[in-house]
């Protein structure tokens, strides 16, 4: 994946000069998290930490980035100690965060980057990014297999995708949401998870006959063939395709009505001794289709869903946000919040605890400050993943994450889960940081 200290927006370098030429080295903390949620959506799934920490680990300014700035007329005025400073510019701080897969929800601190101000100030443009495009997708994923049922759901979006970078990503993102994997080859190559593939229509249209296409697949691919059947007549593809040989994989329907092909598929393959053979849907599907499909009990194994979750189509968009709640000065902590109406923010470094009752059910999250401590009915959900710039756990597997991603989704309400669902978790804010918000407030106002 791209790696540059410059994905990130140009402010962030002209604040990391202001602060160098005014010898601010404050050591500041900054929080990552959402105020509501999109519409259709009652919980999130974090995604994208591990990128994060790949970022944070190996930032560095290269000589022709440096030059870059030193050219380029806005930081006309700054001195040469500035450059000369990130040449050897590096991440010491510390990072506290939600693993990967954990269910959150508004208003709860998921990241939270304590470090020097100039470090911490340069996080925010890729934190956020990365952040925000795969939680977004991951919670999208488990919506869409949530409706799947006992089906299983397959990543197809990189055509459609936002980009290469952001096709690989949301594949590696759905399968933490749920997917069984995707059909993105990088996002196989580069994480480990399962990638899939059948065949294209031109694949068939290539070859002057539709079984002569078939054929020839088989050849090549014979114990993984699943051959695409719409490119001329559905019904008369899957004839075909069970003459192929009784060792196919399966059928991949791309058009028409995806219950009634799937029941004629279903009972071609059953009737030629094929009872093993999977059939495969896909075609502009989102968890509605999905939907609308398992309550008819369509026969089908394997849903491919592809442009409308590599880009979350009906919500494109998580506005995660990072703001700074806290500066120690002269080994004094001063603690930060906005006062502005619908976008006020609470002070000070903060923990998030969750609490479930017997049944290992979530009863409701408490975001305190972070001097509070529940933990003799709560667990407590973020780990310090950072400490003095060095990552302090390896990065769990990709399987793991996405157990963990499942584990958590088993704790929420049936009511919070799939399509039109309702937001039933309530998040508390501790009633110390309530007081600490209108302290700061009231020392804000006699100002």
């Known amino acids: 994946m791209i790696n540059s200290v410059f994905l990130t927006d140009l402010y962030q370098l002209t604040m990391m000069a202001g602060y160098f030429q005014n010898k601010m080295d404050e050591i500041a903390t900054f929080e990552v998290f959402t105020r509501k949620y999109p519409p259709n959506r009652c919980y999130f799934i974090a995604a994208g930490l591990e990128q994060i920490l790949d970022y944070v680990q190996n930032i560095k300014f290269t000589d022709d980035e440096i030059e870059y700035l030193r050219k380029n007329k806005i930081f006309s005025h700054i001195k040469d100690d500035f450059f000369e400073y990130l040449k050897n510019f590096k991440f010491t701080g510390d990072i506290w965060a939600m693993p990967e897969?954990?269910?959150?929800?508004?208003?709860?601190?998921?990241?939270?980057?304590?470090?020097?101000?100039?470090q911490a100030q340069l996080l925010e443009t890729y934190i956020l990014s990365v952040f925000n495009f795969q939680s977004m997708i991951a919670t999208k994923a488990s919506i869409v297999t949530?409706?799947?049922?006992?089906?299983?759901?397959?990543?197809?979006?990189?055509?459609?995708?936002?980009?290469?970078?952001?096709?690989?990503?949301?594949?590696?993102?759905?399968?933490?949401?749920?997917?069984?994997?995707?059909?993105?080859?990088?996002?196989?190559?580069?994480?480990?998870?399962?990638?899939?593939?059948?065949?294209?229509?031109?694949?068939?249209?290539?070859?002057?006959?539709?079984?002569?296409?078939?054929?020839?697949?088989?050849?090549?691919?014979p114990e993984s063939t699943i051959l695409l059947v719409d490119t001329y007549d559905t019904v008369e593809g899957v004839k075909k395709a069970v003459k192929i040989s009784p060792k196919i994989r399966g059928v991949r329907l791309d058009s028409g009505d995806l219950y009634e092909?799937?029941?004629?598929?279903?009972?071609?393959?059953?009737?030629?001794?094929?009872?093993?053979?999977?059939?495969?849907?896909?075609?502009?599907?989102?968890?509605?289709?999905?939907?609308?499909?398992?309550?008819?009990?369509?026969?089908?194994?394997?849903?491919?869903?592809?442009?409308?979750?590599?880009?979350s189509s009906d919500a494109p968009f998580f506005n995660g946000i990072y703001k700074l709640v806290e500066i120690e000065?002269?080994?004094?902590?001063?603690?930060?919040?906005?006062?502005?109406?619908?976008?006020?923010?609470?002070?000070?470094?903060?923990?998030?605890?969750r609490f479930l009752d017997e049944n290992n059910k979530l009863i409701n999250d408490i975001v305190a400050d972070i001097e509070e401590d529940y933990s003799d009915n709560a667990t407590q959900l973020l780990v310090h993943t950072v400490k003095d710039g060095k990552q302090l756990t390896p990065n769990p597997s990709m399987t793991k994450i996405q157990e963990y991603c499942l584990s958590n989704l088993t704790q929420l309400d049936k009511k919070s889960l799939g399509v039109n669902c309702n937001p039933v978790t309530k998040v508390e804010i501790s009633q110390k940081l309530k007081d600490k918000f209108n302290q700061v407030l009231k020392e804000h106002q006699s100002e």
């Open 101 to 118: 897969g954990t269910v959150f929800f508004p208003n709860e601190p998921v990241i939270r980057v304590t470090a020097p101000i100039i």
């Open 146 to 221: 949530y409706e799947a049922q006992d089906r299983k759901v397959i990543e197809f979006g990189s055509r459609r995708a936002h980009g290469p970078e952001a096709a690989a990503l949301a594949g590696r993102a759905a399968y933490i949401g749920g997917c069984i994997g995707t059909s993105n080859a990088y996002a196989g190559y580069k994480f480990g998870i399962p990638a899939y593939g059948t065949i294209a229509h031109s694949w068939v249209l290539a070859f002057d006959k539709e079984r002569e296409s078939f054929e020839k697949y088989f050849q090549a691919f």
């Open 261 to 311: 092909l799937s029941v004629e598929s279903r009972k071609i393959l059953d009737d030629a001794g094929l009872k093993d053979a999977i059939i495969i849907a896909s075609g502009d599907l989102d968890e509605y289709k999905v939907k609308k499909l398992i309550d008819k009990d369509a026969p089908i194994d394997v849903f491919g869903v592809g442009t409308t979750l590599a880009t």
């Open 329 to 353: 000065k002269d080994n004094k902590l001063i603690q930060k919040a906005k006062f502005s109406e619908n976008k006020a923010t609470y002070p000070g470094k903060k923990l998030v605890w």
